[in-house]
């Protein structure tokens, strides 16, 4: 009866999906996303030909010996050489008018019109990478999500766009009250998929160590947040563990990944008191984000985990000033709360979880969303 008492406290003050909405409807929350603008930019702007030119004309004679597409070392994409041999007149002609197009939306229609008419086409990776492009310039979030797929469909390694799928993906789940099972099947697929990648992945021809770094550094949080995600949704709370701490260790203002990993750490057995920590600074980004229902939210269930926790308020005001201006918590931080006599009846793994990816539902449609700047 001890232990029952807690379990019905904790279960009145565990985030709900309303709750979860509230706390990753920030920007903040979405920084992982906002992390494909790279991915995005880099992979179609050098891959993309000027709308002002064209692949080159070919020539009546070359109709029966495949024409190639003309490419400055400037356009040169990032994953294939820019130059294409393109088959006959006909599929140059629709090539070249799809990228002429100045409005995105309408050049994206366009280019992927090209990708169903010419499947077998060298220039089909290229054309689905600059319609994913024209769709992130033209800000359609759903869009992009979509050109990404197509373009996996192609080349199936191709880990930026594994990228691009596996960040708006979790960004769009963790807007819902519930996930849709292909949804969260997607974001392990290629979380894991892109972690596989990431040790072979070569720096790309064109690119400068500097980028390759930041590219990296974008893809290695995006995929363990991801990986969180799917381990969370399992119940898997030491991979959730290890994944997210990875993802924080390079963005601590990943609102949602601070998040998931405080209450993976809040609602372990035995309870490990760095989640105070990850708690304390995802309240920090909230606030600085300007979101305050996202903090409330925090705030009640961190207040609530650390009195029970530790057994009284004491010692928690100063975690929470700390977190503002640390990314990390100190050297021994967990050692430094004083759990109550029985600090774990305070646990139930797989509340949060459930609360953070409940299924099965359809995903309602994500609303286009204003265009990052571009690098």
Not at 32 to 37: H, K, Y
Not at 154 to 180: T, Y
Not at 270 to 281: H, I, L, M, Q, S
Request: charged letters at 15%; one cysteine or more.
């Amino acid at each position: 009866m001890g232990q029952t008492r807690p379990v019905n406290r904790r279960r009145q003050s565990a985030p709900t999906g309303e709750d979860m909405k509230a706390v990753f409807n920030t920007n903040q929350g979405l920084s992982a996303a906002l992390l494909t603008v790279a991915l995005i930019a880099a992979a179609s702007l050098a891959a993309q030909t000027p709308a002002s030119q064209s692949p080159a004309q070919p020539s009546p004679a070359a109709q029966t010996s495949q024409p190639t597409a003309q490419a400055t070392p400037a356009q040169q994409p990032v994953e294939e050489p820019a130059k294409k041999a393109l088959k006959d007149h006909a599929e140059y002609d629709a090539y070249a008018s799809a990228v002429k197009i100045k409005d995105p939306a309408e050049r994206a229609t366009a280019l992927e019109a090209f990708a169903q008419k010419y499947p077998r086409s060298v220039a089909l990776a290229q054309a689905l990478t600059e319609a994913l492009a024209a769709w992130q310039e033209a800000g359609n979030r759903d869009q992009v999500v979509d050109a990404a797929r197509r373009l996996l469909v192609a080349q199936p390694a191709n880990i930026r766009a594994m990228a691009i799928v596996v960040a708006l993906d979790r960004a769009k789940a963790a807007q819902l009250d519930h996930v849709d099972a292909g949804l969260l099947n997607e974001i392990c697929q290629f979380s894991t998929g892109g972690l596989n990648q990431l040790p072979i992945w070569q720096k790309p021809a064109g690119m400068t160590d500097a980028q390759f770094t930041a590219l990296r550094n974008s893809m290695t949080v995006i995929f363990n947040a991801g990986a969180g995600t799917c381990a969370l949704s399992q119940n898997d709370l030491a991979k959730a563990r290890e994944t997210l701490a990875q993802a924080v260790a390079i963005d601590s203002t990943d609102l949602q990944s601070l998040w998931q990993l405080s209450i993976t750490d809040l609602e372990s057995r035995p309870v490990d008191a760095n989640g105070f920590w990850y708690c304390a600074r995802a309240i920090a980004i909230a606030k600085r984000g300007q979101n305050q229902p996202a903090a409330d939210t925090a705030i009640n269930y961190c207040n609530q985990k650390y009195t029970a926790y530790h057994g009284a308020p004491d010692g928690w005001d100063p975690i929470l000033v700390a977190a503002q201006s640390q990314d990390a918590p100190p050297p021994g931080f967990a050692k430094l709360i004083t759990p109550s006599e029985n600090p774990n009846s305070m646990n139930t793994p797989t509340e949060p979880a459930r609360n953070l990816l409940p299924q099965p539902a359809t995903p309602a449609a994500q609303p286009a969303t204003q265009t990052p700047p571009q690098p």
